[in-house]
């Protein structure tokens, strides 16, 4: 049977470490995409083709 690598973690360093490491995880991939989609789109334009219609 494997073991989730969080419980891997948990075992040898504490729980508390497991969920401090997946949650730093989780917030670093949040950033990045966030990131991604800002320079998406300035590439792309979409802040400039507003019309008033």
Same mark, same amino acid.
């Given at each position: 049977m494997r073991v989730a690598p969080e419980g891997r973690?948990?075992?040898f360093a504490g729980v508390p470490a497991g969920v401090?490491?997946?949650g730093a995880?989780?917030?670093a991939c949040c950033? %990045? %995409?966030a990131?991604?989609?800002r320079r998406t789109e300035r590439r792309d334009g979409a802040d400039?083709?507003?019309t008033g219609r």
């Open positions: 973690v948990a075992e401090a490491g997946a995880l989780g917030a950033v %990045l %995409l990131l991604d989609a400039q083709h507003v």
